[in-house]
């Protein structure tokens, strides 16, 4: 792991003073932590990788305390090189690609309300931390994540590629299964911090498929309800292994698209 220097990416005006405010979060947003916490992590232990079981012991997440990113920044960079980099909410792509490439995962600093304990339209600051930063600790995870991003960088004007791409991303990042001692498991941060598909992605209602870039590539997904298929890896460095078959189905794919126009 070599440092990497500081892209373009780290003077975007809309990241300039962006940071978290530990000290304005209210009894309510501790209260929702905890609650959200308390709920998901007794389903993990059985269900969950044990990369992402070590990572929250490597990261010292706990009910009582919602994640400071001062401390878990230091941590990340003593484990893998990598940092937690706030940004606004959602944030275009390439300024998304942008920062897994420079090794700077981006999430939010808000936590839902009360009563948005079970449905939110987009991502809070739970989900962003507590499923997918326990995972920052695994290095071929995040080699994935940082060569897969420089990846859509190449092809961040053309919308189909990064459609391609996403689908990629989709079924890995955010819902991957893995088969551990011939165990499924989950590593996907839309998974592990989803009570309700926590359970459903592990049963068999299901379909369970192994890792196949073509075909993952080539499927819908969804963003309003449980997905209807799941894609499993052998390992982590299976999942790094598979960057150069995906630059390559890529370029294929995006060739066959130029010559049918």
Do not use: C
């Not at 940004?87 to 897994?100: C, E, S, W």
């Amino acid at each position: 792991m070599t440092d990497k220097p500081e892209d373009w990416v780290f003077s975007d005006p809309r990241l300039q003073d962006l940071k978290q405010d530990y000290e304005a979060y209210t009894e309510e947003d501790f209260k929702v932590w905890k609650i959200l916490y308390e709920r998901q992590m007794p389903n993990l232990p059985k269900a969950a990788s044990q990369a992402y079981l070590d990572g929250v012991k490597i990261v010292n997440f706990t009910a009582d305390k919602i994640a400071n990113f001062e401390d878990l920044n230091q941590i990340l960079k003593d484990t893998t090189g990598w940092a937690v980099q706030v940004v606004p909410g959602l944030i275009d792509d390439d300024l998304f690609f942008g920062l897994l490439n420079n090794r700077r995962f981006p999430s939010s600093t808000w936590l839902r309300k009360m009563e948005q304990l079970d449905y939110l339209e987009e991502p809070d600051m739970f989900h962003d931390a507590f499923a997918h930063m326990p995972m920052l600790t695994n290095q071929h995870y995040v080699d994935f994540l940082e060569k897969l991003s420089g990846i859509a960088l190449k092809h961040i004007d053309n919308p189909w590629a990064i459609q391609l791409l996403s689908s990629i991303y989709w079924f890995t990042i955010e819902f991957g299964l893995i088969r551990e001692n011939g165990e499924l498991k989950i590593y996907g941060a839309g998974i592990l911090s989803s009570k309700g598909e926590t359970k459903f992605s592990l049963s068999d209602e299901p379909a369970h498929y192994p890792y196949d870039v073509k075909r993952i590539m080539n499927q819908e997904y969804w963003k309003d309800k449980f997905q209807d298929k799941y894609f499993v890896i052998e390992s982590f460095e299976q999942l790094y292994n598979s960057i150069p078959e995906i630059e390559s189905v890529l370029e294929k794919m995006l060739t066959k698209e130029a010559r049918s126009e």
